[in-house]
């Protein structure tokens, strides 16, 4: 948590948090040869940063629990194979198998999609996103409530700042595990698709 002023609080370490979640992992493992991490290992290491009670520490951090099971476990997937790159995930993931990834995927599509609080966002964003989705066309994959399907991803109730976040690293291409994405930010202006962000974490 970050205070003001003179008060403030360093904000926890969440990297140094997972490393060492792993280096506990690797202890007494014979030969160098790591154990298995059981399921609940690994729930617990996402819980880390995704939040134990499904709500992120970070707003910058996505909501996992109920998020889509496909999506999921692409996301883990592309993580695993360097076609989508962040310095806390990387680490996380080198240590999962498929199997490892298609259980931590159900597992987290089965919770419940938490309340983050955000508001609804006014009418004129309403209205510059609805206008918006009808060029680029997010709910057809996203589908008409934003709540995603199958390996499209819902939106809805995502925090705002990752969801701008994430629009913006497609538009630069920084993210770059769906090319198709990245071609439709890029026809996508920043004012639009902050409206989208706002809007879609507001539903």
């Not at 996380?92 to 597992?107: C, N």
Request: with cysteine; glycine share 8%.
């Amino acid at each position: 948590m970050r205070g003001s002023g003179t008060g403030r609080t360093k904000a926890p370490d969440y990297a140094s948090l997972i490393r060492a979640t792993l280096a506990a992992m690797l202890v007494a493992a014979p030969f160098g040869i790591a154990r298995t991490a059981s399921l609940q290992d690994n729930i617990q290491m996402c819980g880390a940063c995704h939040g134990e009670n499904g709500v992120p520490q970070e707003k910058t951090t996505p909501v996992i629990w109920g998020q889509t099971e496909g999506y999921l476990y692409l996301q883990l997937r592309d993580y695993k194979r360097g076609d989508r790159k962040d310095d806390q995930m990387t680490p996380v993931v080198e240590q999962l198998e498929r199997d490892d990834m298609f259980a931590l995927a159900k597992y987290f599509s089965q919770k419940k999609w938490p309340s983050l609080g955000q508001p609804p966002a006014p009418k004129d964003v309403v209205v510059r996103a609805q206008r918006a989705n009808v060029s680029v066309g997010c709910t057809g994959c996203h589908q008409d409530s934003y709540l995603g399907e199958g390996t499209q991803p819902r939106l809805a109730g995502q925090w705002k700042e990752y969801l701008l976040q994430s629009m913006l690293d497609f538009r630069t291409r920084k993210r770059a595990n769906n090319p198709g994405m990245s071609d439709l930010m890029l026809a996508t202006s920043e004012d639009d698709i902050k409206a989208m962000a706002e809007y879609a974490a507001g539903l």
